[in-house]
């Protein structure tokens, strides 16, 4: 019989729980040889919390040798426990290290503040601090000497009730006061109620954990086709690249002939914040009207990503109000891996023999994405 010297257990816990269990010292999170995130990894992550999306899992080490740990996380000291010893065993973060160090930073000061026994001392000065925008929805990352928006709420107050409560205030001032303010709680919601799975080991074979744990930070070696991912996206009026989600706007016309409607110009475009060029690459409302009495209907580029938002466009195409080549072109370049760039380079690959096409225009397999991905790269070819 094997001899087992690993107990696990895999729970999940609510991200505020986990992230005071780091400051009250009973998580101890050791120093990490990963570099630390830069700043756009960390506010894809805050951002990927604010929906909903899973964010990887934890590993904790439950042992009675004593290890190193860090005794301050950001500008926040910890609060030291006991350390094991004489059988009694404590618990170390060895797997997630730099994603929770990224969140404590963020969000861990309102523990301090919080905490009625040392709230009076003063944390360290911080360089940066992390915010959310609640009238654009988009989180930043602000310098101390930067000058911030009224509408941008600090995230290190997030688990802060009282300030969350005067910000609300200060925000019902404004004329969509109210709408920023339910903004400001679904943030606070997205947060309280986001869950991480972690996976618990007991085991005071420390070093056979860590090896085992390092397995996963090999890569396997992956067809170019389960590879594919869309990481950006290309806007139809300026053709530069649209970065984030957040950055991106999906607009069409509509003009109601008789009893029906009828739709034109189904495109994906920078939203205004974020376009290059000074006038936006959006629709002109008012020029398009006088044009052929067409309205503008549009939706942010989130709304259109993930299942629901493929059943927002499968809508569109039920209800005849958008041609169906421009609809299944859409959902070929938000929802088919890769698609977004490749559909520059496959008629090119095409005419090259790279490819050869065996389905209907317009519809293509992952892997022919992929071989067309893979000639673009060898030519040199952008985007």
């Avoid at 729980?17 to 120093?31: C, F, I, K, N, W």
């Avoid at 990503?305 to 039920?318: F, I, S, W």
């Amino acid at each position: 019989m094997v001899s087992r010297s690993v107990q696990q257990e895999v729970i999940v816990r609510r991200l505020p729980d986990l992230l005071r269990a780091v400051y009250e010292g009973r998580l101890r999170v050791p120093s990490s040889d990963q570099p630390p995130w830069d700043d756009k990894r960390r506010l894809k992550l805050l951002e990927a919390i604010y929906r909903g999306l899973p964010v990887g899992s934890l590993t904790v080490l439950r042992t009675t040798v004593e290890l190193d740990y860090r005794h301050t996380l950001g500008t926040v000291p910890l609060r030291e426990q006991p350390g094991p010893g004489q059988g009694s065993a404590g618990d170390y973060l060895v797997d997630g290290i730099e994603l929770v160090t990224t969140l404590f930073e963020a969000l861990g000061p309102a523990f301090w503040r919080n905490d009625g026994a040392r709230g009076h001392r003063p944390l360290a000065p911080a360089e940066a601090r992390l915010a959310f925008d609640v009238q654009t929805r988009t989180f930043q990352n602000r310098r101390s000497d930067e000058t911030w928006r009224v509408t941008e709420y600090a995230l290190e107050n997030l688990f802060d009730a009282e300030r969350q409560h005067g910000f609300a205030k200060s925000l019902r001032q404004f004329s969509d006061g109210e709408r920023m303010a339910n903004r400001l709680a679904h943030l606070v919601d997205a947060f309280f109620d986001f869950n991480l799975p972690v996976i618990t080991i007991a085991s005071d074979d420390v070093e056979a954990v860590q090896s085992a744990l390092a397995i996963r930070l090999v890569p396997a070696s992956l067809p170019r086709e389960h590879q594919l991912t869309t990481t950006c996206w290309y806007c139809d009026t300026c053709a530069q690249r649209i970065e984030q989600p957040r950055d991106g706007w999906v607009e069409w016309l509509v003009r109601r002939e008789g009893t029906q409607w009828i739709g034109r110009g189904l495109r994906l475009v920078h939203h205004q914040p974020a376009s290059p060029l000074p006038q936006g690459c959006q629709y002109d409302d008012q020029q398009e009207f006088t044009r052929d009495r067409s309205t503008l209907r549009d939706l942010p580029l989130e709304d259109f990503l993930g299942p629901d938002g493929l059943t927002r466009l499968l809508m569109l195409l039920d209800q005849y109000e958008l041609p169906r080549a421009e609809v299944i072109e859409m959902i070929n370049r938000l929802h088919v891996p890769g698609y977004e760039r490749a559909r520059f380079h496959i008629p090119d690959a095409v005419a090259a023999g790279v490819i050869d096409l065996n389905l209907p225009e317009g519809f293509y397999r992952q892997r022919q994405i992929a071989n067309a991905l893979e000639w673009a790269d060898r030519e040199g070819r952008k985007p």
